[in-house]
């Protein structure tokens, strides 16, 4: 979305996967003069992406306004600002979503009910009405803001017999899975990944 920000319009990324609100320091090179002088600065912290590793080097508070048909809603969140990163605008985290009350799942849902199992008998006012139950009790399910093991109550404990005489399983040849069958496998191991069940490692991890 687009907001405006000392009278100048800029992205915002509203990121449920980020426990803070974070924006990079060359965007704020290249769109604001002084914002150094705004600049807190705190302990240095550690962050990772998918490009690698990012350093903060402080906070700033800006003050950002959310246009709305209903009235503007006027925010000051504080940003970690990251040396290394390459947002192009001001990513709004899931610390200041739930201060504010900022939910972007409802919307997201609705989307979904067409792919959803709900039953045919349901009006569209009972499906929003289950959907806002099971987002209110979200923390009594594994999904990826709620990995299995942060839940009470999910805990699994498995068991991989390696040692000879192997299981029946184990004995069968090894053989090459179709192209269909590798896409459902990869899709299931990136499913598996983002809900924290399993992790990748580096070649130098003991499991």
């Not at 990079?24 to 912290?45: I, M, S």
């Not at 039953?119 to 803001?145: D, V, W, Y």
């Not at 805990?155 to 029946?168: A, F, G, M, S, T």
């Amino acid at each position: 979305m687009t907001v405006c920000i000392y009278s100048s319009q800029h992205p915002l990324i509203i990121y449920s996967g980020s426990h803070c609100s974070i924006v990079a320091k060359d965007y704020l090179d290249n769109h604001f003069l002084n914002w150094e002088k705004q600049l807190f600065l705190t302990k240095e912290r550690k962050f990772k992406s998918a490009l690698g590793r990012m350093t903060s080097i402080g906070t700033n508070i800006t003050e950002i306004i959310i246009p709305h048909m209903k009235g503007n809603l006027r925010l000051k969140p504080e940003f970690v600002v990251l040396e290394d990163a390459h947002i192009q605008g001001f990513l709004l985290g899931t610390n200041y979503q739930r201060m504010y009350g900022i939910d972007i799942y409802i919307k997201e849902s609705l989307n979904e009910f067409k792919e959803g199992l709900f039953s045919a008998n349901l009006t569209s006012k009972h499906k929003l009405s289950l959907l806002k139950i099971l987002r209110k009790n979200r923390s009594a399910f594994a999904i990826g803001e709620e990995p299995l093991a942060k839940i009470g109550g999910h805990d699994i404990e498995l068991y991989l017999d390696v040692e000879k005489p192997y299981p029946p399983m184990l004995r069968r040849p090894p053989y090459e899975a179709s192209l269909e069958a590798r896409k459902e496998i990869e899709k299931h191991i990136n499913e598996l990944l983002e809900i924290d069940v399993i992790r990748k490692i580096g070649h130098n991890e003991l499991v």
